[in-house]
């Protein structure tokens, strides 16, 4: 059987709902950029966050940020600031909505959007006045990938 992207992103954003979870067009986010509750509406595992954050195609933060517990794994990047101490300096609904939508957090940030699916630029689409959710597109993580991530974020303090 072949599945079309938008087919699997329909299916995945579907389980996201399902399971009690915040679907990516649905997630609310405050004034500073920070989303209060569990995307997945379930805790993350630290250890399955440590290696989304290390696995390309996944997360791949390290090709963009220095991570001292993470030093085994190769290719950490300077494009970002190390997080290092990122808990010390974030509350966990913070963290949450910087890896979900770094653009509510940071203006124009190069960082990528891990949990969206709407808003981007499509080529052949502008003019066609359909509606996004037509076509949705997979985000780059899952809800439990995200709160994941974010449960490895947290163990990150100086
Ligand atoms: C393409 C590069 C890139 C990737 C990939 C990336 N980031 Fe970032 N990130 C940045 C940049 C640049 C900033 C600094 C904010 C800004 O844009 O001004 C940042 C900021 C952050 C911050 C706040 C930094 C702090 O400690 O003050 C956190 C936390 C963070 N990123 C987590 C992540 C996580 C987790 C991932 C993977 C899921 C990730 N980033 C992937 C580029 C990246």
């Given at each position: ?153 947290m163990t990150l303090k100086d």
């Open positions: 059987m072949k599945l079309s992207s938008a087919t699997l992103a329909a299916c995945l954003i579907a389980k996201a709902a399902a399971a009690g979870g915040v679907a990516p067009q649905d997630v609310s986010f405050a004034e500073d950029g920070a989303v209060a509750v569990s995307l997945s509406g379930m805790a993350g595992d630290p250890a399955a966050g440590a290696r989304i954050m290390t696995t390309r195609g996944k997360g791949n933060c390290i090709a963009c940020h220095a991570v001292t517990t993470l030093a085994d794994a190769p290719f950490h990047g300077e494009v970002g600031p190390a997080l290092d101490g990122a808990a010390d300096r974030w509350e966990e609904a913070q963290l949450r909505g910087i890896v979900a939508d770094s653009k509510k957090t940071f203006e124009g940030s190069v960082m990528p959007s891990f949990y969206k699916t709407t808003g981007y630029i499509r080529p052949g689409k502008g003019y066609t006045g359909r509606a996004a959710e037509a076509d949705p597109m997979a985000p780059l993580l899952s809800a439990q990938e995200i709160e994941d991530v974010v449960a490895y974020l």
